[in-house]
Nanobody
Framework: QVQLVESGGGLVQAGGSLRLSCAAS????????MRWYHQAPGTQRELVAD???????NYADSVKGRFTISRDNAKNTVYLQMNSLKPEDTGVYYC?????????????????WGQGTQVTVSS
């Protein structure tokens, strides 16, 4: 079964740091872009950062200079290093990726979401 599994959320004081991880598993033969989204309570999910298979990155203006996205292609894992956290960073963080996977004798591509990990930043 192909899936994305996140870890690393928690409770931290403002100004602190957390590192999120998201690992893809299953019969995967390629991992294309990988993204992190943030969903604050009562709001829509918003893109925080993304990284291509080649390592090119993009960030939302609200996190530039504070968050760093990276990936380990050998482990099919994407990371989000979050520094200088603010109370408005509170919410659920989801990873999203386009994966190539084997389904029986067919090669398929699809988009997958992780289950989400809660980040709470206290003031």
């Amino acid at each position: 079964q192909v899936q994305l599994v996140e870890s690393g959320g928690g409770l931290v004081q403002a100004g602190g740091s957390l590192r999120l991880s998201c690992a893809a598993s299953g019969s995967i033969f390629s991992v294309n872009y990988m993204r992190w989204y943030h969903q604050a309570p009562g709001t829509q999910r918003e893109l925080v950062a993304d990284i291509t298979s080649g390592g090119s990155t993009n960030y939302a203006d609200s996190v530039k200079g504070r968050f760093t996205i990276s990936r380990d292609n050998a482990k099919n894992t994407v990371y989000l290093q979050m520094n200088s956290l603010k109370p408005e960073d509170t919410g659920v963080y989801y990873c999203n990726a386009q994966l190539g996977f084997q389904s029986g004798d067919r090669k398929q591509f699809d988009y997958f979401w992780g289950q989400g990990t809660q980040v709470t930043v206290s003031s």
